[in-house]
């Protein structure tokens, strides 16, 4: 009655990669030294642009997934780590303009603000200011080209001309000339969307 009907059923082959599998383009040993080495900066350059560990911890792990999964071509394998905090970079950038739009979404949707209350504590009225400032930062740094933005990023985590043009695959020579676009691109359309410099 069914012959013809129902076919032999035959699993299908997986596509997906043993995750025991050692990375394309790294040796197993190498990517567990890159990540031992790595891992630990780059969340906290990351909960610093971000504003929040739990994502920045899982925008770190995204970018140690890409870069198990892919097949870095030559010239990136001379530089892994600089690779490595450019794509989480672009994720954390990723993630702020995810969160922005979401937040004049939000905006847009609650027509009517509420007013703080004055009888807060002084430190509470700290907290509030401070928060808003690093948003009002966050949303600048979102609006900004990508380079530039990882460029002030990193240089505001502490990391040296030198180091700015390796991770960015820049001219040790142009990582000042560059900051200083980046910084007054910042300024200005921080001024334009704020009005003040806090």
Known sequence: MFEGVIQ?????????????AAPASLSSQAFDELFLSTYPRLVRILRRMLGDSGRAEE?????????????LPPAAKANVAGWLYRTAMNLGIDDLRA???????????????TSASTNHAEDGLQLLLRVERQQRVRFVLAKLKPNWAQLL?????????????????????SVGTMLIRAEAAFEKMYLELFGNKD
């Not at 925008?59 to 097949?71: D, G, M, P, V």
């Open 8 to 20: 032999r059923f035959e699993p299908a082959q997986s596509t997906m990669r043993d995750t025991g």
């Open 59 to 71: 925008i770190a792990s995204e970018a140690f997934l890409k870069l198990h999964n892919t097949k």
């Open 99 to 113: 969160r922005s739009r979401h937040f004049r979404i939000t905006q847009r949707a609650t027509s009517s603000s």
């Open 153 to 173: 990023l990193l240089r505001a985590s502490g990391y040296s001309y030198k180091e700015l043009a390796q991770h960015l695959e820049l001219a040790p020579a």
